[in-house]
């Protein structure tokens, strides 16, 4: 199945054959191998649910495998736990950032690395020349005494990166690391990478972008449904070929916008400024009209103000000056899922009624009327395609994507007037990322209401330049609590990115 | 002259009431620390003070009681670790069922060895050592370096866990467990191993601060803990989970109890219950005055790995 | 289509039975050991036990249901509480401000009609619970002070003020007793079933748990407590939800509770408010109330549950001679036992679903 | 058992029952079966009988009742006031005839059972209330603390003493009130400084109490805190041991040879003797329907000079004790005494 390149010389660093592992009733891997050479980037790809995670869990010892043989550098390795890998010279960066919050830089990256005398000694002198050593050959800075919980996602990410790297690992492996990075970022970090890879190591990439994983991968293997579909080098494919292999299927390529009508104005907000979670001012004099009709796309990185803007976009706070006129309710897709979408534990249709305590609708006095939320809920899956067995399952069980949609819908619902949607394709496959700006785009062209009423104003916010530059009427930038509006005529992803990244993310102002 | 005589004894009797509350209440910080709050720390604490005396008969010491109690103490705490570490079970409720275990079992236990009507322990004497030179320091010398060991030792344990969680790799470790257990773990920490050794660690701390109890009053009776296992953990938050101001917090709250003892002796007209419940009205005020935002361990009282059923 | 959510329901729920037993078998056998160890025979304790508890009628309505009053209202305060994530460890002082303020009432109002004090001995007593909670209400939600220890400490003042009380504002009229005097009939709960101890109190409480099940299920303020003590940060950014109103509200309607408690106490027991009404209820009643998963229904049938336990275990101390510090033990090994016994299946429910065939759903 | 702690003791007041005590033990059955035993008697404590004080005497009393009338015996420890009816109804209703219910808090709900159950005798300690089958036994604790009084005015050299006392409930407060006035006859000039720790189980809180009067030159110490009194004994032995001339008073029970080197003497009552003779005065028939005072006249309450400290006595204040307790005896000297039971209770 596999295809083995030419450095097939010496054994590959990372082997894995037969990996198989179950979730109670899911088959998350069906009998995966693998084989990662030393000297190479090589990418992991496929839809949400194909795997990825899974295997990549699996060679951090985060996810014991039901059955299959590991080896590293032609020797079987037993990883239990995440102790195992990093014994076995495994660094994992993760999807989801595992720094502790409350620690400095310092402290996390130190953390876990006993240097001598038994762990009686912290020894920070060393840890910090070490740091700074590295900062200086690959390009990440940061400072190693803040507070990691002070810091925004893409400068976490730097932190995960660089613990990952003291602890000098040979195969180095990265859960979808390009998320949180502007597009100039992006590239740096690529050529980091590379760098790493020509160093001797192997680097293991989960991707989703189809133009990343061709600039950067050596080598690709492709998983779906549990199984490796595909692997071999990356020079023979195309984006074409690729997402065929990805989804199974042709993707159509999405229309362009068309140019909106837009309607009555909806949102007007004057010299607004408002204080992040720190006290610090996260945006600062903020002009912004919406009106029926049109998606306003607001790019820029996460920790400019983005949390701040959104929240008092969706009349969840309000700002410390400034005027802000809002239409009675609006949606709001926020940018954490199940911290501040969806409530875990809750079923579906609790879930939806999250959103809906004020509507008259789903309510008798102070009573919830449970029976029309139960069929609004089911109504919702229907329309939205969310997969589940029944409204009745929790939230946590649900995929991304189909955690995502069912966000999407309820807010609809909600809402026809207003919604503002913050990353609202993070973590999603192309095919649910697809189907969710489909949606946006869908409901700001038609006439939604039921009543035929003008369509709703759509905000998205976003550090994917892609998604905004695809899906947005008008595109601002939000840099350093700063609101920038960008020239239709200036509308290129070279002229946006470099908007973005400006000293971007710097907390210290 | 007569004024410094009463402050200086008042400081004395504020470390001798403290001493028992630093010792637990060390114990729990770095059991909080690590994500584990003790409610059965009370159940420790008498269990260690049976332990002291059983301990201090037994080798007619009073340092074979501080032992015993300690490794007594520590028992309970194992049982106590056992089913939050090892079972994943609540923390709240656990500790709740090992106060009234202990408290049970001790008077069993008690009842057992001494008979039903209980006896009169005279059990060896924690005799008050002073340190050479510094006790002979005005008001201050006779109050603070005229103690008991276990003062001592409170202290230095008190530097010592300080130096520990903040200034060693172990201490690093232990404070990532108890601030976000999946991120320690990703970065190779045993988190289950580091609460449990973190648990028990606090159990015996509140054992010896029970030995203590039974030794400096030189007897032991059912219940003679008085509610110290729930005072230590509003220590702890007090003493904003660093050993260092715990020490102090205990000394604090020592003090508003031996101002109680001071201000009866004085013959104030004021009903007693109010002196009574001056230390936990200071403590209140001075939770609300000063300790204000200080941030528990984020994962404290949370089990882990979390279930998902 | 069996769906791996209705499995997972219909396992939990099979399992229930299965619990009961295994922690039944874990506490007979320690206890039994415990017991040979000590010198008793065990089939006399065991049997005074269930004599105590349910050995006869008036033994069940008088003391089992009787002793079950304090812990389902403490208990329901707690997992009313502990719903929207307010840890109130307080039910103990609130009980106890509850207890003063119902026989201060019931004392001060004893000259009017029955159906007039006893409903206003119950809602000042209420009241008072929830003043006595708003303390740490206040320094939680002004101050950002941890309502855990705050409780704690309010619970050790509420002890002395009661020591104040009882020697002072409310002495017994002749000033040697440190009580207060006894309420008139007028202001003492009616009996529930003639003929025994049973008071209305334990009518009210399982009213309460009926009601408080129901607020939660159904009502639009108990969907947002739930959602607020679940995931504080959905609740506001996503339910909009004022999390400290919800808070107030609940923290306040804890003390209530708890102090009703203290006044069917006062009002349906004891009649006189005495030093060390309660042994500790407040603490129990946080095992009462995580022992039954925080449902209000459940809380009423551990509630009884610990009733029948405490009534067996004086039957046990009369006719066995078991010491009344063994029944302490004993009550901590039920609490284990039926945490180890839960946990247990868990593992089993987890083990048997990963063990069944894959699913068509996509849950995962 | 729990006695071999104060052998002494014990075999003296076995001694004292002598000749009847035999008779009667001789005629009847092991304690324990029912079947044959005469009569049922159980007893009703708040606290644990492990504190070798107050309920510990009322255990023991409970034994001697079972060792010498052969009676089927029985106790609960109540937790809660809650629980008091439950208990004298389980009892009650279970045959037993005579409930010793140790404690005032006791009261209210013994007149209850009192009244539903007419062939059961209810005998609460220190109780205020009256029935004509529920009789408060009133230890006069404070003539014997009266006559601690007067020793330690006489024996003070700072002319200041000091009493700890548990929870301030009457019997407490009494025996303060006579010690006080005690000393006051013998001293006028005397200070006298009490505490209250508030719990009668804390023994680090009496021994602070107890450091905190010794601070105020308080050199004669006597306490009312039942198991929390080896606190007391502690602070005073640590203070000797700094070169201190101060003393203790034992209380409640004798415990002259808990600290023989410390305690100068100690004011008792002898509850079991004291349940004895009310069960003797109830198995005769003979018990009144009006409150039991257990005092000096019955030899149940006295101040016991510590033999081993007697030479810490002078003739003259030997003599004035024992002149002043023939004085109580025969009502000739007058002591400030609690009346635990109203005259319109004691009338009823």
């Known amino acids: 199945m596999t295809d083995s390149g030419a450095e097939s010389a010496s054994p590959p660093s990372v082997e894995l054959e037969a990996i198989r592992k179950r979730f109670g009733p899911v088959v998350a891997l069906d009998g995966v191998d693998l084989e990662a050479f030393s000297g190479e980037v090589h990418a992991l790809v496929g839809e949400n649910g194909a795997g990825k995670t899974t295997l990549m869990g699996v060679l951090s010892g985060v996810v014991r495998a039901d059955e299959g043989v590991i080896r590293i550098a032609g020797r079987p390795v037993r990883l239990a736990k995440p102790r195992d890998a990093w014994a076995a010279g495994i660094g994992m960066v993760h999807q989801h950032l595992t720094l502790v919050p409350t620690l400095t830089v310092l402290e996390n990256v130190a953390l876990g690395v006993r240097s001598a005398a038994w762990g009686l000694r912290l020894p920070f002198d060393q840890v910090r020349s070490r740091l700074d050593a590295l900062s200086n050959e690959t390009g990440l800075s940061v400072d190693p005494d803040v507070v990691v919980e002070r810091l925004s996602v893409g400068e976490r990410q730097r932190v995960e990166i660089l613990k990952v790297l003291y602890r000098d690992p040979r195969v180095l492996v990265l859960d979808e690391p390009t998320s949180v990075l502007a597009p100039q970022e992006v590239e740096e970090f690529f050529s980091v990478l590379r760098g790493l890879a020509s160093e001797g190591r192997t680097v293991l990439l989960i991707l989703h972008k189809i133009d990343e994983i061709l600039a950067v991968a050596d080598r690709v293997t492709v998983l779906r449904g549990g199984r490796v579909v595909h692997s071999g080098v990356s020079d023979t494919m195309d984006s074409g070929s690729l997402a065929r292999l990805m989804i199974g299927r042709a993707v159509a390529a999405h229309e362009p916008p068309r140019p909106s009508e837009p309607g009555a104005e909806l949102v007007r907000l004057e010299g607004v400024s408002a204080r992040g979670s720190k006290g610090e001012m996260a945006l600062r004099d903020v002009h912004l009209t919406v009106r029926r009709g049109e998606i306003v796309g607001v790019a820029g990185v996460d920790g400019n103000g983005q949390r701040e803007l959104a929240l008092i976009l969706a009349g969840a706070e309000s700002p410390e000056f400034g005027t802000v006129h809002l239409p009675d309710t609006v949606g709001f897709i926020p940018a954490d899922r199940l911290g501040e979408a969806l409530v875990p534990d809750f079923d579906l249709t609790q879930n939806v009624a999250l959103a809906l305590t004020e509507a008259p609708r789903y309510r008798q006095g102070a009573l919830l009327r449970w029976g029309r939320l139960r069929s609004a809920t089911a109504r919702l899956m229907d329309l939205h395609g969310v997969g589940a067995p029944t409204p009745a399952v929790r939230a946590w069980q649900l995929s991304g994507g189909n955690q995502q949609k069912l966000v999407v819908g309820r807010e609809l619902m909600r809402s026809q007037n207003l919604l503002i949607a913050r990353n609202p394709t993070r973590g999603l496959d192309v095919a649910a990322g697809r189907f969710v700006k489909d949606e946006l785009r869908r409901m700001s062209r038609s006439s939604a209401g039921e009543e035929g009423e003008d369509p709703p104003g759509v905000v998205v916010i976003s550090s994917d330049l892609d998604e905004v530059l695809e899906l947005s009427d008008r595109i601002f930038v939000l840099r350093r609590g700063r609101l920038l509006a960008v020239p239709e005529d200036r509308r290129t992803r070279e002229f946006v990115g470099a908007l973005m990244v400006a000293h971007a993310g710097d907390p210290s102002e | 002259m007569a004024e410094l005589a009463l402050l200086t004894s008042f400081l004395a009797a504020s470390v001798r009431l403290g001493v028992p509350l630093a010792l637990a209440a060390l114990g729990e910080t770095v059991s909080e620390r690590a994500g584990v709050i003790n409610i059965g720390l009370e159940g420790s604490l008498i269990a260690g003070a049976l332990g002291g005396a059983l301990g201090a008969l037994a080798w007619s010491s009073a340092f074979g009681g501080i032992l015993t109690g300690a490794a007594v103490g520590a028992l309970v705490a194992v049982v106590f670790a056992a089913f939050v570490v090892g079972l994943n079970t609540d923390q709240i409720i656990t500790g709740t069922a090992i106060t009234m275990g202990g408290l049970g079992v001790t008077g069993a236990v008690y009842q057992a060895r001494f008979g039903l009507t209980g006896t009169t322990l005279t059990l060896p004497p924690l005799s008050s050592v002073p340190v050479p030179l510094l006790h002979r320091i005005p008001v201050l010398g006779p109050a603070l370096f005229d103690q008991a060991p276990t003062a001592y030792f409170a202290v230095v344990m008190g530097i010592l866990l300080w130096y520990g969680l903040f200034r060693t790799e172990w201490g690093l470790e232990l404070r990532a467990v108890g601030e976000s257990p999946d991120a320690a773990q990703a970065a190779g920490v045993r988190v289950r191993w580091t609460r449990f050794w973190a648990t028990v660690f606090g159990g015996l701390m509140a054992g010896i601060a029970g030995a203590h109890l039974a030794l400096d009053s030189g007897t032991f009776i059912e219940g003679m803990s008085g509610g110290r296992g729930f005072i230590a953990l509003a220590v702890v938050v007090l003493g904003r989970w660093n050993p260092l101001w715990v020490v102090v917090a205990a000394i604090f709250f020592g003090g508003a109890s031996a101002l109680q003892f001071s201000m009866q002796a004085l013959g104030w007209d004021v009903p007693h219950q109010f002196f009574l419940a001056l230390p936990y009205l200071l403590t209140l005020a001075a939770l609300a005055g000063w300790v204000g935002r200080a941030r528990a361990p984020s994962a404290l009282a949370h089990p882990w790995p979390k279930t998902s059923i | ?364 | ?348």
């Open chain 4, 1 to 348: 058992m729990a006695v071999a702690s104060e052998p002494v003791d014990f075999v003296r007041r076995v001694a004292r029952l002598g000749l009847w005590l035999a008779f009667l033990s001789s005629a009847c059955q092991p304690p324990g079966e029912d079947a044959g035993a005469p009569f049922q008697v159980a007893l009703l404590t708040s606290g644990p009988v492990s504190d070798a004080g107050w309920y510990a005497g009322a255990y023991e009393g409970l034994q001697m009742i079972a060792d010498s009338f052969g009676a089927h015996i029985s106790h609960q420890q109540t937790r809660t006031p809650a629980e008091f009816d439950e208990a004298f109804f389980a009892y009650a209703s279970s045959g037993y005839d005579l409930i010793f219910a140790h404690g005032f808090e006791y009261q209210d709900a013994a007149i209850r059972a009192g009244a539903e159950f007419p062939e059961t005798t209810i005998i609460v300690s220190a109780g205020g209330r009256v029935a004509h089958n529920v009789i408060p036994l009133i230890f006069q604790l404070e003539e014997g603390s009266y006559l601690a009084g007067i020793a330690a005015g006489s024996l003070t050299k700072t002319g200041v003493i000091g009493m700890v006392g548990g929870v301030a409930i009457p019997p407490a407060e009494g025996t303060f009130d006579a010690f006080e006035a005690g000393a006051k006859s013998v001293r006028p000039d005397v200070e006298v400084l009490v505490t209250w720790i508030g719990s009668w189980n804390d023994v680090t809180a009496a021994k602070e109490a107890a450091v905190a009067l010794l601070r105020r030159d308080v050199d004669i110490l006597i306490h009312n805190t039942d198991a929390a009194s080896f606190g007391v004994f502690q602070a005073v032995r640590e203070a000797r041991g700094d070169g201190r001339d101060v003393w203790a008073m034992g209380m409640n029970r004798d415990q002259n040879d808990v600290a023989p080197e410390l305690i100068l003497g100690s004011a008792v009552i002898r509850i079991p003797e004291g349940f004895v003779e009310i069960t003797r005065l109830w198995y005769d028939g003979d018990l009144p329907g009006e409150a039991y005072y257990a005092g000096s006249k019955a030899s149940l309450v006295d101040y016991v000079v510590n033999p081993a400290r007697v030479a810490e006595y002078t003739p003259e204040l030997l003599a004035l004790l024992e002149e002043t307790r023939t004085g109580i005896r025969e009502g000739t000297v007058d002591i400030p005494r609690i009346q635990f039971v109203s005259d319109e209770e004691a009338n009823r």
């Open chain 3, 1 to 364: 289509m069996l769906t791996p959510g209705t499995r997972v329901n219909r396992l939990l729920r099979f399992g229930g039975l299965g619990v009961a037993l295994a922690a039944l078998l874990i506490t007979g056998v320690v206890a039994v050991g415990a017991l040979v160890a000590g010198g008793y025979d065990p089939g006399v304790a065991l049997g005074a036990l269930v004599r105590g508890a349910v050995g006869s009628p008036e033994q069940f309505f008088s003391v089992t249901l009787v002793r079950s009053v304090p812990l389902i209202l403490t208990g329901l305060a707690v997992a009313l509480a502990f719903r929207a994530g307010v840890w109130n460890i307080g039910a103990e002082g609130q009980l106890y401000a509850g207890a003063m303020a119902g026989v201060w009432i019931g004392l001060a109002a004893g000259d009017l009609p029955g159906w007039i004090v006893v409903p206003l001995v119950l809602v000042v007593a209420s009241t008072a619970g929830a003043v006595w909670a708003l303390v740490p209400t206040l320094m939680r939600l002004r101050l950002g002070v941890g309502e855990v220890i705050t409780t704690i400490l309010m619970n050790f003042v509420a002890i002395h003020l009661v020591g104040y009380m009882v020697h002072g504002p409310l002495q017994e009229s002749r000033g040697v007793f440190p009580q207060t005097d006894a309420l008139a009939a007028a202001a003492r709960l009616p009996a529930l079933i003639p003929g025994t101890r049973l008071h209305v109190g334990f009518a009210v409480a399982v009213l309460l748990g009926v009601a408080l099940w129901l607020v939660l299920r159904g009502t639009v303020f108990g969907f947002r407590l739930r959602a607020v003590g679940q995931s504080p940060a959905a609740a506001r950014i996503t339910g909009r939800i004022d999390g400290k109103r919800v808070i107030l509200v609940t923290f306040l309607a804890s003390g209530a509770l708890a102090g009703l408690a203290g006044a069917m106490e006062v009002s349906g027991r004891t009649f006189a408010l005495y030093e060390g009404l309660s042994p500790g209820w407040g603490y129990t009643a946080i095992a009462v109330a995580l022992l039954a998963g925080l449902h209000p229904m459940g809380v009423v049938a551990v509630g009884i549950m610990f009733g029948a336990l405490e009534g067996g275990a004086g039957a046990m101390q009369r006719e066995a001679g078991i010491p009344a510090a063994w029944v302490s033990g004993i009550e901590a090994l039920v609490i284990l036992a039926v945490l180890a016994a839960g946990q247990g299946r868990k593992w089993l429910v987890q083990t048997r679903l990963e063990r069944g065939r894959p699913a068509e759903a996509s849950v995962g």
